[in-house]
């Protein structure tokens, strides 16, 4: 008999499956109203567009399609992605682009080629629960950055960056878990740092498009060539976005856009991984997006998931007990609760899957505290789905506040 | 500016593009017949049948096939493979199966779970780039054992496995890049050293199904089983398939079988690298899986595959001088050419452009020597072409041994 527990890599010990992934399996009786996930609702994709994308795809490219093909990605669909990503005076090239199977990859690739065991990370507290998992075999050091209404909390940075970290990753809009986004003063504040102690950061930006309220705001990419006074993406942010959230996640397709001396380690690392992202997706997707037709998806989107985060907030208002606390967003996928501190959102889960509602606690997305917070999906449920749910949440929490009172 | 070279992780000074990628696209220059690719022919992708299997999928299942699934796969898929692999008194269920993007993936995650920095590992020389690639950052010391025409001599195994090596990575069907193949009576005494060292082994299988003559052999994944007088997939055995050689490589699947600890880890490794593999290239592969059509068309790519790999060995014998070696697979993509030792293949590759013909070097493949040796591939190219293409390596091969003899 094999003993795999003496064969596994010492890594491996930190390998635990991910919470959330977890939850997702328990809550998929149909009785649970789940605002666990972080999925896309599913009534939106765009089938037929995609259906006519893949004949067009299969007719006019043929084997093609279905062939292997260079590891930085399809040309087509970088071009495209290099337009797109050209505003605000940023000019991007196919040579700035890799595309990659989803932002998650994005991630463990940034990790592989930037990170050494021991190194120094800045992040925001809480934070995007994937990246944690994906560069934990790193044993990083964190240096833990407070957020507030306006995003990551810019003046508790320098004293950090006196110490040259390796790398700061942040998600600037609508960031997964709060829904919180960095305002425009403290993204100038911030990539006037960048450039002062000439540090690097990840902005990870997978919900961006996805606003619905207030005026959109430069990325960091843009406004890091702005502080340059150059239009080339050739400065200080390695940039990850994706086309789950605004296409489909079953598609698995993210791109990275970075200065090329960093796409071409990028491309390396990624020939290793997997030596490609799937050929079809690909042309598949640049055959939906091509004309135009993805900003129409992307409005039509917006609609419905302001909708459901305007149902949800009213009927936070509405049930939730006066001791709570919630963040508003502007835009993506997530808002966040904070109860009283002495309440333990992972316990109370129990009692919301016996209330057949379900949360994510938010101790996962902390390094420090958010015992007392749990994260709230709005895109992937029904008006009256989220309006139930919060009422049954609110009166789970009424009910524990009278017999645990601060 | 940001010093990148700074900033990049100690392990990526390992890291150089792939030479066999990099020659790929040197040699798409019409003109050049090329057997440098490790391509399938595309002309043999069963187009009509994946047009009608996608359209099936988006019928049938909807937004399902674009939504996120879980990362150890579709739940279909992996009850087909596990039935496929059921074979020779070996019985696989779904806990034994993962589905990953591409073998490449299966190489890159088992080392993430298993290896750590400088572990001991035992293969096959030549052996395959990917992996040598895939595990450089761990440091890897490598015991090297040679092969023959009838693949790894284990019987210079024991001694090896007496200094207790973390793994044994080897492709036993039409290895890549040498089309040779594991003897039955090797791989009966491999399974009992295994047992007597508790080894494990990663059994690399891309080619096993396209086998042109000589009798199928039983895999290490069924013979360890057998060994155990076990029907359980609970042994020494780590097994890695792929969609990329029966069906098309653009849609990036593959999977690991393997016992269902070593899974849990491998679907832990995996949510960190990129969640899941696409969703509809799953259903896709399934439905064009599901009833018997991807047997018969594995006999389809055998007849052609076939045909190819006998025309090259003839025209291997009509023009080659009689100074070089070859070489005899009974399956696979490749065949491997020596030359007289004092000749370098890398060097000759230049010339080898000249006259308009590509080969893949063999040094790479090699931990030890293999600098006279190249690798052509027979499964990418029309029988007039491969007649051709060996006529002009004949020319040059012989025109060079009269300036260089021996």
């Keep these: 008999m094999v003993n795999w527990n003496d064969k ?7 390998m635990r499956r991910s919470t959330i992934r977890e939850i997702l399996k328990l809550t998929q009786r149909p009785e649970v109203i789940s605002f666990a996930g972080g999925l ?25 399609a279905l062939q292997y093909s260079t590891t930085e990605g399809c040309n087509d669909l970088r071009d ?4 797109r990503l050209s505003r605000n005076g940023l000019r991007v090239t196919r040579e700035n682009i890799l595309i990659v199977s989803g932002a998650q990859q994005a991630i463990d690739l ?9 190194d120094h990370l800045v992040l925001e507290n809480p934070t995007y629960l994937g990246m944690l998992v994906a560069w934990r075999p790193y044993n990083l050091r ?12 810019v003046d508790r940075l320098e004293t950090v960056l006196r110490q040259n970290p390796k790398l700061l990753y942040l998600v600037p809009n ?8 960095l305002s425009y003063e403290r993204r100038l504040q911030l990539v006037k740092l960048l450039h002062e102690y000439d540090a690097v950061v990840v902005e990870d930006n997978p919900y961006g498009e996805l606003r619905y309220s207030g005026e959109p705001i430069p990325s960091l990419l843009e406004l890091d060539a702005r502080h340059r006074g150059s239009t080339a993406l050739d400065g200080h942010v390695i940039y990850a976005g994706t086309f789950s959230k605004i296409l489909a996640p079953g598609l698995r397709l993210g791109w990275v856009a970075a200065p090329a001396a960093v796409i071409d380690k990028l491309v390396q690392a990624k020939q290793s991984a997997d030596l490609q992202s799937s050929t079809l997706s690909q042309i598949l997707a640049y055959e939906v997006c091509r004309d135009g037709f ?6 039509r989107i917006r609609r419905v998931y302001r909708e459901r985060r305007d149902v949800m907030l009213a009927a936070l208002e509405r049930h939730f007990p006066a001791e709570a606390r919630w963040s508003k967003p502007d835009g993506g996928l997530f808002l ?7 309440l333990d959102s992972t316990e109370l889960l129990k009692e919301a899957l016996n209330h057949q509602v379900a949360y994510v606690p938010g101790t996962d997305f902390h390094i420090e505290g958010g015992n007392n917070t749990f994260r709230l999906n709005f895109s992937n449920a029904q008006p009256d789905n989220i309006e139930e749910g919060i009422r049954r949440l609110g009166v789970l929490l009424k009910t524990v506040l009278v017999h645990q009172p601060a």
């Design 142 to 153: 964190f240096s833990v950055i407070p957020t507030d209404a306006d995003g990551l909390v």
């Design 174 to 181: 609508f960031q997964n878990p709060q829904g919180v986004t």
């Design 110 to 118: 940034v990790g592989r080629v930037l990170l050494n065991d021991g």
């Design 40 to 64: 896309p609702a599913p009534e939106l994709f765009p089938l037929e567009r995609i259906r006519e994308a893949m004949r067009v795809a299969l007719d006019n490219r043929g084997a093609e």
């Design 8 to 14: 596994f890599a010492a890594r491996t010990a930190y």
């Design 336 to 342: 966040m609760v904070s109860l009283p501190e002495h």
């Design 294 to 299: 993805i900003d129409g998806h992307i409005e």
């Design 80 to 83: 495209w992605l290099a337009a």
